[in-house]
């Protein structure tokens, strides 16, 4: 079965840092990835995904990751952190085979980012 | 575009009530999911549609909660009876394609079910 590991609760960083939110997967075959935010009082909003090809995906408000496949990761990065991104952010997989396979998220890293 | 739009925003019922939350998916996007998402959690899928037929409700507890997805397009999830640990945010969300499994998923703002 696929899933999702987030291992930070919570992530601080001060304004203008780099910052770097992690996410590890599990699947049998080839994963297809993504990552949301999630606002306060808001739905999840699409940030970027991974399906194929280049390992370094970049994605809305400056935010990109890094599909490393030996070590099952794929990290929310951004060069230089805004207090506006202080939100909880989800990463998701799904498995990559036919047939039908939902969408698993991890249990949210929720990112703060002090002025 | 219009995004995935659903009602109420908030519902506080009693334990052992019903209740039943509405959705409208983005226009033209066939596959439809219902999520629960407890707090502290992420979201976990309790049905998916692709237009009007159920494509995955193996999460879904069928002995309280159902959903329907009429015409394929507006859909309803309800909960009868209600039970405490029912208290999370249903989220609904759509995406244009299930074929298209690489396709992301655009979610509604959700609503917060308090059960007491």
């Known amino acids: 079965a696929q899933s999702v590991a987030q291992p930070e609760d919570q992530v601080n960083v001060a304004e203008g840092n780099p910052l770097t939110v992690k996410c590890t997967y599990s699947?049998?075959?080839?994963?297809?990835l993504f990552w949301y935010v999630q606002y306060p009082n808001r739905g999840l909003q699409f940030l970027l995904k991974?399906?194929?090809?280049?390992?370094l995906v970049k994605g809305s408000y400056g935010f990109e990751a890094e599909f490393n496949k030996s070590q099952t990761s794929f990290h929310l990065k951004k060069p230089s952190a805004l207090v506006s991104d202080s939100a909880l952010y989800f990463c998701?997989?799904?498995?990559?085979?036919?047939?039908?396979?939902?969408?698993?998220f991890g249990k949210g890293t929720r990112l703060s980012v002090i002025a | 575009e219009a995004g995935v739009a659903q009602s109420p925003r908030y519902k506080i019922i009693e334990k052992r009530q019903s209740v039943a939350f509405w959705c409208n998916p983005i226009?033209?996007?066939?596959?439809l999911y219902w999520y629960q998402q407890i707090l502290g959690q992420g979201p976990k899928l309790l049905i998916q549609?692709?237009?009007?037929?159920?494509?995955?409700d193996s999460q879904l507890p069928k002995d309280r909660f159902s959903a329907e997805r009429l015409k394929g397009v507006d859909s309803t999830l309800k909960i009868q009876p209600a039970k405490l640990e029912d208290s999370a945010v249903y989220l609904c969300?759509?995406?244009?394609?299930?074929?298209?499994?690489?396709?992301?998923?655009?979610f509604g703002q959700g609503t917060r079910l308090t059960v007491v």
């Open positions: 969300a759509s995406s244009l394609a299930r074929r298209t499994r690489w396709s992301e998923a655009f």
């Open positions: 699947v049998s075959g080839n994963p297809y």
């Open positions: 991974y399906i194929t090809g280049d390992n």
């Open positions: 998701a997989v799904r498995e990559f085979f036919s047939g039908n396979t939902p969408l698993v």
């Open positions: 226009s033209g996007h066939a596959t």
């Open positions: 549609f692709q237009n009007n037929g159920v494509v995955d």
